[in-house]
């Protein structure tokens, strides 16, 4: 396996999303997981579950959670965060590219949290897909992300300036894509999701982190 991009992110990506955020990036990330739209025995798939504190709470509200990351340092800190909550939990952990786990069909949702944006614009296409193939027909993709750069001249101001700050950031630390904020739910839309559901969570006051939610029709 190639060297671990995340090895100097890993152990101190969740106090750093803390630092940033406070606990909006966690409560964007947890906002789907809950019914009518995951239910206890569900199958979930977290593709770059990072320290997935989110594939916990799907686990503890009885989901089936599969979880996949590329790095060894990341998954180190999801497996602390599993024996830290003390409970006895039906997840699976992949050391593995996503690209490579071809269990199609198999999930009803699946999950890329604060993933899409590491990847260059002309990959956004392939890697939803992939996400899609994953998941059951009739199932649920969801991409929960920095918010668009929407509103008045201010509220564009700030969001940019949040978002070019945390990419610049993982752009030093770990290599990945500087570009502007994808427009996450019209890539949705045009891979062929049904759009049923996105929820805003806000950072002093402004919708900084969105979560959609799409349904795999065929
Ligand atoms: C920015 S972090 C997000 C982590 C987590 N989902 C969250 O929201 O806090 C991106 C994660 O994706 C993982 N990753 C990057 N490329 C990957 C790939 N091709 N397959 C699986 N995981 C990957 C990284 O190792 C990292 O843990």
Known sequence: MKKDKYWLMGPVYDALSWVFAGNAIYQCKCSMLNPPHLKAGDKVLFAGVGHGKEAIYAAERGA??????????????????????????????????????????QYDMVTGNFFLNLFPRAMIPDVLNHLIKLTRVGGSVVISDFA??????????????????????????????????????????DAGLDMKDEKHTPVLGVDAYTSFLGKRVA
């Open 148 to 189: 668009l750069p929407q509103g008045n001249p201010l509220a564009k101001l700030f969001k940019n300036l949040y978002w070019y700050t945390a990419i610049l950031i993982f752009w030093a630390t770990t290599g990945a894509a500087i570009h502007p904020v994808y427009d996450y739910k019209q890539y949705m839309i």
């Open 64 to 105: 089936i959670v599969t979880v996949v990351d590329l790095s060894k340092a990341m998954l180190d800190k999801f497996r602390e965060g599993v024996a830290k909550s003390g409970k006895t939990l039906d997840i699976r952990v992949v050391h593995s590219d996503i690209f490579k786990v071809e269990e199609f069909g």
